[in-house]
């Protein structure tokens, strides 16, 4: 199952940083994006002036759930991967897609800081 799905998108949405080779980088979920469960499933409802490019929700599996919530405070890419190690039993290379993963489709919709 995927990590997220986008129900909707943000049309011509960059990447908030480049990513440099080596460079540890620190993540952090936007605050203008609430976390609702709704009828069983956990949304990211778009708030404010994010509200105004991504017309929709996004719609986080288990996992998805467990990494967004990690994003609220500052961490590392390595971090999500050992919160994903730490939760399910999975091997790092395949935690360490899924959060990479995960965190290309938050940076192009635009939620990540």
């Not at 908030?16 to 980088?25: D, E, I, P």
């Not at 203008?32 to 990211?44: T, Y």
């Not at 994003?71 to 994903?84: I, K, W």
Request: net charge positive; charged share 25%; proline share 2%.
């Amino acid at each position: 199952m995927p990590i997220c799905s986008k129900t909707a998108f943000c049309k011509g949405t960059r990447l908030l940083r480049s990513w440099k080779k080596g460079v540890k980088r620190s993540l952090k979920a936007t605050s203008e994006v609430v976390l609702r469960e709704i009828a069983g499933e956990n949304l990211l409802i778009p708030v404010g002036q994010t509200a105004l490019k991504i017309h929709g929700m996004i719609t986080l599996s288990e996992s998805g759930l467990l990494l967004w919530k990690r994003l609220q405070e500052e961490c590392t890419e390595e971090d999500l991967v050992n919160a994903l190690l730490a939760e399910y039993q999975v091997d790092r290379e395949t935690a360490s897609a899924d959060v990479k993963a995960f965190v290309q489709q938050m940076r192009e919709v635009g939620i990540l800081v």
